[in-house]
């Protein structure tokens, strides 16, 4: 199995100083891919001295853009990707490796507990998400937002028209392979305290949890969100009737009760015409990708 590790980095040159030379060590047969996503400190530097292959952006384009570049230019059968912060453990490369082997298409490294997360707003959010994404596959994900995972080359190149070019990759990736049928396995990890400065932004990353919310949604299965939702809106509008009626004794409905119910008629009908397109959108899924 020819194992290729692309590092999606922006200004990390602290943390790859650290992380190249111990990966060219532990793998040297691998082929390691370095996406300098527009740094302008030393980060390219440190790759050529390390002697790894170096992708220049010419400017910033986001983590996933990184990522999708990594993945094109990559050419091992399984991919590893892995942050530039130094919080991974190249070590554990070989533990995603093995559970591979025991036949999943993908190997996510799942962050443990709180010590794990770069802040307890960060950890809040990504439990959140974790039992959102459970609820939608039927199946426990244990951490779904980490940048840490061994994919199936071929298999993840079918999804790249799917992946945002922000920092969303990883659920994007995560909730299409289960979509498609693919088996998804989790190793427990510790990660390190990054080194250098963090890229998070509260306000904008405050943003984007209210977008992976709609995004895990639709990712799946929308009927599944979208029914409940519809049927809690239209349940309100029945009630408020009830009240209406007991309080004037007027069988009528109210405009706000006539309101509730047409939308959630609505949202069912989003949900419904959602969930057809994602079918769509995950047409050639089944198409075995060895046969590209």
């Not at 992380?19 to 370095?34: H, K, S």
């Not at 990559?74 to 919080?87: C, L, N």
């Not at 995603?96 to 036949?103: P, S």
């Not at 707003?121 to 994404?133: D, H, S």
């Amino acid at each position: 199995m020819h194992l290729s590790i692309v590092i999606p980095a922006k200004n990390e040159e602290q943390g790859l100083s650290n992380t190249l030379p111990r990966l060219a060590e532990l793998y040297p047969e691998a082929e390691i891919i370095v996406v300098d996503d527009g740094s302008t400190d030393g980060t390219r530097g440190i790759c050529e001295a390390s002697g790894v292959k170096v992708l220049s952006q010419p400017y910033s384009k986001g983590n996933g853009a990184a990522i999708k570049a990594g993945a094109r230019a990559a050419s091992g059968d399984v991919i590893v990707f892995m942050d530039g912060d130094g919080q991974h453990d190249p070590m554990d490369i070989e533990r995603l490796l093995y559970k591979m082997d025991e036949g999943y298409d993908m190997v996510v490294g799942a962050r443990s507990g709180l010590s794990d997360q770069a802040s307890i707003a960060r950890w809040g959010a990504n439990g959140f998400y974790n039992r959102l994404a459970s609820w939608m596959v039927n199946k426990n994900i244990p951490d779904l937002t980490s940048g840490f995972r061994a994919v199936r080359r071929k298999k993840f190149l079918g999804f790249l028209y799917l992946l945002p070019n922000g920092f969303s990759y990883p659920t994007t990736s995560t909730m299409a392979f289960f979509r498609a049928g693919y088996s998804v396995g989790f190793v427990p990890i510790s990660v390190s305290q990054r080194v250098g400065k963090s890229h998070i932004n509260v306000l904008r990353d405050g943003v984007r949890f209210l977008l992976i919310i709609f995004k895990i949604g639709t990712l799946y299965s929308p009927l599944k969100v979208y029914f409940p939702t519809s049927v809690a809106v239209a349940g309100i509008g029945f009630l408020n009737y009830l009240l209406a009626w007991a309080a004037s004794g007027s069988f009528r409905f109210t405009n706000m009760s006539t309101l509730l119910v047409l939308a959630g008629m609505i949202i069912f009908l989003m949900g419904l015409l959602s969930e057809q397109l994602t079918n769509l959108q995950y047409k050639d899924a089944d198409a075995d990708p060895d046969d590209e």
